[in-house]
């Protein structure tokens, strides 16, 4: 994008009526944000009010303490953050070694083991959801942040994505590390890892993503509020009869803020790492 | 997905005809690597052997089981099965999926537009515009509902306030059977444009200029370029937003379960697959009908994934 020679087609990329139109999609697309954010700065009866209140005028902090003071909160975003740095740690290190080994290294039985770990990504969750369950509970392992991370520190995606990584990388290096007489871990960690960061940090990006997000699997095996993570928490708080929508709001709102707040920070990479697992 | 595993075989076999470069390289073939490899395979082996390849095993044998009052597991053949296809329930809440998944659908060409008005070269502020358009994809679903619910609220909610300013008088968008299923579906809607956006963003990046600056010398329109050239050169991702949108569809929960409440009296007209699949497992406790269902969803989905594979060459490009 060389903004000496801009093109009539390019000036008009910068017009008024594209402003304007992009502006309120783009209006659209974040507004429940932004009702959220009020909402959470409101009184019960302002929220309650029609027409609505736009602007609560005295702003309820008081809000924000109180999902520390009157729900779980602090417990549960301890759990998402475990389970999440649980997951990604674990996805790290297993799919980027079994991924290495299935680009790269010649073993018996290489292809029928990748058609097995890969043919889990053709199944929908359901379909493994109940025995796993029962596995974690005969483990006694619910209501346990391993527990609720467990399963997911494999990743057949994950496994799949790092190999497409490692069959991109050129063989020389290899060839001249193995002469030097460095053994195959050696060669991975010190030579091969640090070429496949683009790989890494999309798998971190979409780990932390669903890791954070998930529901289901969370809800399954806790039964304590305080042993839940923060997404089962909320779909919990959301589920009861409690009507301080203002609370509801502002947890919700610390619930998100982490992974919103990251990705804004890192937005080219987020939009990278996904568009890139996506194209392969 | 193609398993290279057998070229690469070939290739590394290939260097035996030529003059040897590395001693006898047959014999290293043989020994491939040592137990290295095995090391590196063998933890995501097992875990993926323990806790999935195990698990969809075991969930087949489930679904002709029913789980005993006091636990166990007594074999009844197809009984769940017989029961599943007699269950209105699950009727409905294969139609509410299906509904779910279209309004999601509709949402692509939605996404095309935004992608390419947001990639146009030279915008400003496209960063900031991008940030706007990925935060309902980003964000944790089970939050995102929480808002949609004080949207959608029938008796203070914005929606049925901005509604009553022209004069319409929104129902209970959330607790009527039929409304419900498509307040739900809008909201998926607008979680995963973001998706699309991302996906056909790259795609659009890859398009050559020329042939929008050939376009424009024939005096093409915008619009006849969008759809033109636009349009058909996107049309593999297009399809691959379509395939993974509707697998995303098909496994309708978070949001549903968040913005409805366990409480709702639309509840039983409006649930999803996945939402009887959970209720039955581990609300009702009955592990061998859940399992029936939870091969249902794999079937449904595998059927239509097979259907859109057939219909690709109808409309997917691949230059």
Known sequence: MSKESLSPAQQGANSVRTHLVLGIIGFVMVFPFIWQLVISLSTNDQVMSVPPTFWPGDLQWGNFVDVFTKLPFFDQFGVSVGITVIRVIGQVVLCSMAGYAFARMRFRGRGVFLAVILSILMVPPQVYLIPQFQIIQNLGLLNTFIGIALPGIFSA???????????????????????????????????????????????????????????????????????????????????????????????????????LILFIILQRRVVEGLAFSGSK | MTLRTGSTTEESRAPAAVPPVRPAPKKKQKNFDGYWPWLFVLPTLLGVLGFYIWPIIQTGY?????????????????????????????????????????????????????????????????????????????????????????????????????????????????????????????????????????????????????YYEAAQLDGATKWKQFTAITVPLVTPSLFFVTIISVINGFQLFDLLYAIMGQYNPALVQSQSLVYIFYNQAFIQNDKGYAAAIGMLILVVIGIVTFFQFRMQKKWVNYV
């Open chain 1, 157 to 259: 995606f994950g496994v799949f994505l790092m190999r497409q990584i490692f069959l991109g990388l050129p063989l020389e290096l290899e060839e001249a590390a193995r002469l030097d007489g460095a053994n195959p871990f050696q060669i991975f960690y010190k030579i091969m890892l640090p070429l496949a960061t683009p790989g890494i940090s999309a798998l971190v990006i979409i780990t932390t993503l669903w890791s954070w997000n998930d529901l289901l699997w969370p809800l399954v095996v806790t039964t304590y509020a305080e042993k839940m993570p923060v997404s089962a928490g909320l779909a919990t708080l959301a589920g009861s009869i409690t009507t301080d929508y203002p609370v509801m709001m502002a947890a919700s709102v610390l619930a998100m803020a982490p992974v």
């Open chain 2, 62 to 210: 489930l679904s002709f089981t029913e789980t005993g009052p006091f636990g166990g597991e007594e074999f009844i053949g197809l009984d769940n099965y017989q029961t599943m296809l007699a269950d209105g329930n699950v009727g409905q809440a294969l139609i509410n999926t299906l509904v779910y998944t279209v309004i999601v659908l509709a949402g692509i060409p939605i996404a095309l537009l935004m992608a390419n008005l947001v990639n146009q070269p030279g915008l400003k502020f496209a960063s900031f515009y991008r940030v706007l358009f990925f935060m309902p994809y980003i964000a944790m679903p089970t939050a995102v509902a929480l808002v949609w619910r004080m949207i959608y609220n029938g008796d203070f909610g914005i929606l049925n306030w901005l509604l009553s300013l022209v004069g319409i008088d929104g129902p209970y968008w959330t607790s009527t059977p039929g409304f419900a299923i498509v307040s739900v579906g809008i909201v998926g809607m607008w979680a995963s444009l973001g998706f699309g956006i991302i996906i056909l963003g790259a795609a659009l990046k890859n398009i050559s200029p020329e």
